[in-house]
């Protein structure tokens, strides 16, 4: 057995006195695994420290079952791409770098199948890689928010057959 997508989570105040109880809790994590037979990969186990300070802080280091948790600027959990500065930027980039290719299949074929099957397309193979972790990124800038934007936009022109320069407005209501 694995547990994979495992992790803790902690508030720093004293980075001494949380890398003591990270270590801690490890250890305990350990026991019980072996408890339970569950193997934890310590290689495959990251450390990604979250903050708004410029400044990076050197914390102790934390084991797991003797060896060092390497610490990490992102990490993927769950399909979500997390940063150390907790910008969504990676992720959005990731995110349409993963629909690209299906919005680039959907525009070599966009004179041979009809509109709703590249509707269909767009909405079971495009819309949800672009949306995933829409909620919880939705406070992401502005500039990040308008690429992603962007590939909807080209999404929709490859849906729709429209001209690149229709206006936004008429692409999204679908009049065309």
Known sequence: MHADDTFLMRVITDPLENSRIMNNDLEMINDWSKQWTVKFSPAK??????TS???RINYAELQLDGTEIKRV???????????????WESHIRDRILKAASTLNTLNRCIRIIPR????YIYKTL???????????????QLYVSNSLEKSQRSAALACTCAYKDTSHTTLMQGHL
Do not use: W
Not at 74 to 85: A, K, P, Q, R, V
Not at 127 to 136: A, D, E, F, H, S
């Open 45 to 50: 186990s990251k450390q990604l420290i979250v």
């Open 126 to 140: 495009i819309r949800p890689v672009l949306k995933y972790g829409c909620t919880i990124y939705d406070n992401c």
């Open 116 to 119: 709703i099957v590249k509707e």
């Open 53 to 55: 300070k410029p400044a």
């Open 73 to 87: 600027k992102t990490h993927s959990h769950l399909g979500m791409l997390f940063t150390e500065n907790f910008s």
